[in-house]
Every structure is written in C-alpha cells, then in structure tokens.
C-alpha cells in the first residue's frame, strides 16, 4: 500500500505564510507525478500546483507567484510553500503522489500504476 501522510495546514492571518509537507512511504517504485488539490466548502476540488518528474511545474493561475511546490526525491516528500496567503485560499488541502507501486520485494516481479490521495489538512486564513 501507498500511505501519504499531510502536515502543516492551519490558521494564519491573511498575508502570513504555511509549508504544507506531504511524505509517501510504501512499496513505491518511482514517482512520476506529485500536486497539491484543494476544496473549499461548496466548491470542487482544484488543482493548485503540480510537479512531474522531469521537475517541470503547474500552477493555477491565482496561485501563481505566491505557491511554490517543490519536493524531495530521497524522502519522497512533496512541499507546498505558501505565502502571501488570501481568505480565499481558505480549503482543505489535499495531496496526489502518481508512480508505480511494487508488486514484490522487486520490480522484477513486476509494478502497478497508481494514484494516492492524502487525507487533507486544512488550512484556513482569516481577514
């Protein structure tokens, strides 16, 4: 199995800053994608920021300048460092790792692709 494990989110004022972490531990094989998602209430799910494993990233739009997402291979963790922040980055936040998961004690015995979400912390700004 593929466990992600969030930490960070919580209570800032507007204009303050928060580092969301994102750690995946399991049989993983290699990583070729990790995001951060987020939903505020009544709203769906949006991609926030995204980085392949090529390194090249993706931001929505108004993010952009603000978020930056970046990752450490070694730990397979995903950050999302986010300044400047506005009520209305007010959601829960969510990560996504997409990779390749071994099917035994190797990769000799084969892989499976999969995509794993985290369980979300929330991060809420007040005005």
């Known amino acids: 199995q593929v466990q992600l494990v969030e930490s960070g989110g919580g209570l800032v004022q507007a204009g303050g800053s928060l580092r969301l972490s994102c750690a995946a531990s399991?049989?993983?094989?290699?990583?070729?994608?990790m995001g951060w998602y987020r939903q505020a209430p009544g709203k769906q799910r949006e991609l926030v920021a995204r980085?392949?494993?090529?390194?090249?990233?993706n931001y929505t739009d108004s993010v952009k300048g603000r978020f930056t997402i970046s990752r450490d291979n070694a730990k397979n963790t995903v950050y999302l460092q986010m300044n400047s922040l506005k009520f209305e980055d007010t959601a829960v936040y969510y990560c996504?790792?997409?990779?390749?998961?071994?099917?035994?004690?190797?990769?000799?015995?084969?892989?499976?692709?999969?995509?794993?979400w985290g369980q979300g912390t929330q991060v809420t700004v007040s005005s």
């Open positions: 980085i392949i494993s090529n390194g090249i990233t």
């Open positions: 399991g049989s993983i094989f290699s990583i070729n994608a």
């Open positions: 996504k790792v997409e990779g390749l998961l071994r099917l035994g004690e190797s990769s000799r015995f084969g892989t499976t692709a999969f995509g794993s």
